[in-house]
């Protein structure tokens, strides 16, 4: 028995796989992406650099504060065991779509 997929099964297949990949930007319909809220912007954050999607009350990634200028957001966040032993900042730019992250000084 052969199963023969169109080809816009495929790339509807294709597109579920490739989104489960990637920071998904939520769009308002007919206006384009839905600016980033802080919201957003702290659970992208604590993603990115904590692993897995943590809660406000976990104490191994601690929200110490973000701040929203010239179209970025910058979160402060301190790891601890086992998410690191750190503090850092994370910049988000273009909605959450790029990440930048820099150690903080102790």
């Avoid at 990949?21 to 604590?46: K, Q």
Wanted: aromatic content about 2%.
């Amino acid at each position: 028995m052969s199963l023969h997929l169109g080809a816009g099964a495929t790339l509807l297949i294709a597109s579920f796989v490739s989104a489960g990949c990637s920071n998904i930007i939520p769009m308002a319909a007919d206006h384009g992406p839905i600016p980033l809220d802080s919201a957003r912007a702290v659970a992208i954050a604590r993603r990115n650099v904590c692993g897995a999607p943590t809660s406000a009350t976990d104490s191994t990634c601690v929200l110490r504060g973000y701040e929203r200028s010239a179209g970025r957001y910058v979160v402060i966040l301190e790891r601890r065991p086992p998410a690191g032993n750190d503090r850092v900042a994370v910049t988000l730019r273009d909605n959450g779509m790029r990440v930048e992250v820099a150690q903080l000084e102790p």
